[in-house]
C-alpha cells in the first residue's frame, strides 16, 4: 500500500525559493554578513597608517575571491575611475613639501599620501561589501536588515522600491521594442532626441499606471500597510556562524592593535 505523502509546512516550501549556497559565504546567516561589512567600514574609515590599510585591502580581496564573487570585479570599475581623478587631482591642490612640478603647478607628497589612503580605505571597504553583501538577493537584503532591526517602513519601502524598478525596466524594454519595430534608428539629429523625450515621458506615465495596478493588486490581497517576513523559521543561527563572527572580530581586532602600534 502506497504511503500517503505528508505536506510541507509554508516554511519548508519558502525554502525552495532561497538562492543556493553556491559559495561558502553564501551559506552564512546574511545578518552576520551584514553586521560584519558595516563594522569593517567603521574600522577601516578610521585608519591613517598605509600598512594597516593595505593589509585590509589584501584581506577584503582574499575574502573576496574566497567567496567567489571575483566576477564582479567590473563593478569596481567606477568606483577606480574617481580614484584615479582623485590621485591626479588631490596632490596638486593640497599644500605641503613638494615633489614635482607640472605646467606650474606642485604636487604634494602630504596630498599624494592623502589620495593614496583613500584609494586604500575605498577598496578595502568597497571589496569587503562585494564579498560579503554583494551575493545578497534583493529581498533577503530587505528581510535581513528588518531581522537587525530596522524600522519596517524603511524595510517596505527598500522592497518596493526594488520591484518598482524591476517593473520600470519592464516598460523600458517594451517600448524600446516598439521603436524598433517602427524602424527607429538613433541618430544624433533633432528627431532622435525628441524621440527620447517622448519615451522618457511615456516611461514615467507606464511606470505610475503600474504602480497603481500592482497597490490595487495588493489592497485587492488583503494589504494593509504591512509585509509579513516569512523567513523567521528559515534563518537559523549555526555554529558555523558564530565561529566566523569570532574569527571575524579577532581580525578587527588585530587590525585595531596593529594600527595603534
Known sequence: MASTPQPTSPVSQLALFLPPASCWICARDPRLRIVAAGV???????????????????????????????????????????????????????PGAALFTVGGFSASRTGLTLAITLLLKANAIVVMMLALVGSLEPMQFGHALARLGVPEKLVHLLLLTIRQ??????????????????????????????????????????????????????????FHGRLYLLDAWVWQWQRADTTLALGFALFLSSLIALESW
Open 165 to 222: 524598478i524591476h517593473l520600470l525596466y519592464q516598460e523600458f524594454i517594451r517600448l524600446r521594442q516598439a521603436m524598433r519595430a517602427r524602424a527607429f534608428v538613433p541618430r544624433s539629429d533633432r528627431h532622435t532626441w525628441h524621440s527620447y523625450g517622448w519615451l522618457m515621458g511615456m516611461l514615467l506615465v507606464r511606470s505610475l499606471t503600474r504602480s497603481q495596478r500592482l497597490a490595487a493588486a495588493m489592497r485587492l490581497r488583503g
Open 40 to 94: 569593517f567600514a567603521l574600522v577601516t574609515v578610521n585608519f591613517t597608517h598605509l600598512f594597516t590599510l593595505l593589509i585590509a585591502v589584501l584581506s577584503a580581496v582574499t575574502m573576496l575571491i574566497s567567496s567567489g564573487g571575483w566576477k564582479r570585479w567590473r563593478q569596481l570599475l567606477a568606483l577606480e575611475s574617481v580614484m584615479l581623478l582623485l590621485l591626479l587631482t588631490l596632490p596638486l591642490t593640497v
